[in-house]
């Protein structure tokens, strides 16, 4: 009994911990950097993906398709049918992007010369890369591998990015969280939107791109930032990821730092519980879809976003975007702030960063903690893009998805066995 | 008896052709033109002003120190001693910008040289004009005029305007209602706060502008648009402006086409009753004001930048915008919430273009009706700046004014003296 009073009291002073260290983050948006400059894994033939780790037999056709282009992107194969032969013939190396300190949207694929936005989060150390979001429509992430997307990805590698390193090293990089948080109160949950955040960055940005001195692709740079509404989700999916992992290998504690989907299974992980996922089968989404698709083409879900609701943003921040809702097919405001109420039922606290107007400035649940998720059987909701089951084809609609109880659950069966005793039941953690 | 039917049924049609009309607006941020090209009164010593029209002896400490800084700035004296000679010796002519197709924030002082913004309405053949934003701090529009603010009026003139003009034209001009409908969704009011708004311009704006071929200056004018969170606040009272000239004029139309102040006197116009003004005292804003001032110091209200809530913006749709409730005053989103639904009590309906996501996309209150606000003894309430009385000194807070119902008394007076029998009472109206 004392022990398990201890245990209880060990969590206490461990999630107060993981709250604590969660208000200190001050991430900021500092270089874009090479891939392979960064990620020492990258400088083989592997490639980054989202989501916990997988094999190259058990790949979802979009992520296939991701990997595809970027053996081409690289230059390891000429063709993407080459490319299919090197990475059925096991060619290719497949790591989980989160033990890079990266994260990438859906498929999430990062290759040696993609440039990467570096975050950085001085108060606890912490340096977290995302890939360069590439707009909508045919794109890697979300499958699509054709000559324009790679053409697209050359011209981000060799004309965006080494202007916009060059501005945010002029610029000291820009902190992050009081521009997400102002985005909060112009309607973004920064995932589904992020038409506010990307315009505040670009505000910041394109005076400084400016002054870079004049180049014939300013105006072309501009346009390509400017017409991106989703340009920040992956600047807002780095610092989350970079706040995350400042809150991870916590003894004893109970938050979830990650969600993350490989288009196959769902995993999780927790604090106290390092880096070990905790998987389940990845849902299909509930959403709308483009004229012409329906849930029967649907890929199960897919990516590594899920850290931006980690962080308590996303889904969990609904109640700041009420134009979400019908996109993800709530049916009114109300369904939205009742999204951001159920997700307080499961979090540790409320963010001391992210403020929702509408709830009168108070803050977003955040801090997912596993034993409320059991308690109260209600899993984490996510706010997210639908990919097309089939490689090439891309984005077909926008959803939500609960996550899987059943990650939770094994988490919980590995959290009782490393910190309780034998005898320890689940109800006294 | 039946003449008093006539008249209701006559302001019922000429009501509904004012929401009509309103609803096919459709006005575009076209080109910048220099003052005196579009607005000849300006050729001669002559300068527009916000509200009804007033003499120089009644002038308001900061509209007088408005007036000065335009006179330095047109070179019609060197210093703003001379300028002050030249003004109370009856050598400088004042305008009601009103009536030349013009608005102006706070003071609203237009001279000859002064670029403007030129916003067209095709549907309704309607031109409207207003100044370029100069940004927050000691500028001209709060009664500043001093050498910086003289010098920045120069530079938005030579350097800002002329490739501002040609970046319009190249993109045919900005169509304005989708622009401002989407910031209302990011928590713009488009009176107290423009910060989506003016970030989506910039996202337009800022491309076109590099297209114009490298310019040493074309950082400094990003910077200039991208620092100011208000710059759009100009664009909407132009545009706001044309939609209610296209609405003036209908023969026994009760619905309300300008309010306005110029810091004496605070006046509305009647869509029935032509371009009379209908004035009563201005009063000084409740609020909330900057350190070291407060309502001893303050100027009573001014400004043409009521038209937006005449168009159904501003506290009209405060639910839209709670992070403004606090810096106006009001304690919580809550009360946000509630000075849209009481606006709603004295509108002839629902503005077509201006959606509020939290209210599930309902429209803004619009088409204020005289006779509601007698019936329900409701004024419609007005978020604004403050003004310091004394010329110089600028803004020294922010707040809500309640517009004073004695101009609507007078207003419906003479609906009833030019559309009613002698013997025909108000309530029959």
Excluded at 208 to 233: C, H, M, P, T, V
Aim: net charge negative.
């Amino acid at each position: 009994m004392a022990t398990q009073m201890g245990i209880a009291e060990g969590i206490k002073r461990a999630n107060n911990e993981f709250m604590t260290r969660l208000s200190k983050a001050a991430p900021s948006l500092v270089r874009i950097r090479q891939a392979r400059d960064v990620m020492p894994v990258l400088s083989d033939q592997t490639v980054l993906h989202a989501g916990p780790p997988i094999t190259v037999e058990r790949l979802c056709g979009p992520m296939r398709g991701a990997i595809l282009g970027a053996i081409v992107l690289e230059g390891w194969a000429k063709t993407p049918e080459d490319a299919a032969k090197l990475l059925d013939g096991g060619r290719i190396g497949l790591q989980c992007a989160h033990d890079w300190n990266a994260v990438g949207p859906m498929a999430g694929i990062i290759s040696a010369s993609m440039p990467v936005l570096e975050v950085r989060d001085e108060p606890s150390n912490t340096t977290a890369y995302c890939t360069i979001n590439e707009g909508i429509g045919a794109v890697l992430r979300f499958g699509a591998y054709d000559a324009p997307v790679i053409e697209r990805l050359r011209w981000i590698g060799d004309t965006l990015a080494p202007p916009l390193d060059r501005a945010l090293e002029k610029l000291e990089g820009i902190p992050l969280l009081p521009l997400m948080n102002r985005a909060l109160a112009m309607g973004d949950e920064m995932h589904q939107r992020n038409v506010a955040a990307s315009s505040l960055l670009f505000r910041t940005l394109a005076p400084a791109l400016a002054k870079q001195g004049a180049s014939s692709a300013l105006a072309r740079i501009l346009e390509f930032l400017g017409e991106n509404d989703q340009f920040f989700l992956n600047v807002a999916m780095a610092a989350c990821k970079a706040m995350m992992d400042a809150v991870g290998g916590i003894s004893s504690c109970t938050g979830v730092t990650a969600m993350s989907r490989n288009g196959v299974e769902f995993g999780i992980r927790v604090s106290g519980l390092g880096d070990t996922w905790f998987v389940a089968p990845s849902p299909v989404p509930d959403g709308l879809y483009f004229p012409g698709y329906g849930a029967a083409d649907a890929n199960p879900d897919m990516g590594d976003s899920a850290i931006v609701e980690t962080a308590g943003l996303g889904a969990f921040a609904m109640a700041a975007a009420p134009a979400v809702a019908g996109f993800v097919g709530l049916a009114s405001a109300r369904e939205a702030v009742a999204t951001t109420l159920a997700m307080s039922e499961i979090t540790l606290g409320k963010s001391p960063h992210f403020k929702i107007p509408a709830l009168d400035f108070e803050g977003t649940p955040t801090g997912i903690d596993l034993r409320r998720v059991i308690e109260v059987e209600t899993t984490p909701i996510i706010n997210t893009g639908i990919a097309h089951r089939r490689a090439g084809v891309g984005q077909i609609g926008a959803g939500v998805v609960h996550a899987p109880i059943e990650a939770f659950q094994q988490a919980l069966a590995a959290f009782v066995e490393r910190y309780a005793s034998p005898a320890g039941s689940q109800s006294r953690i």
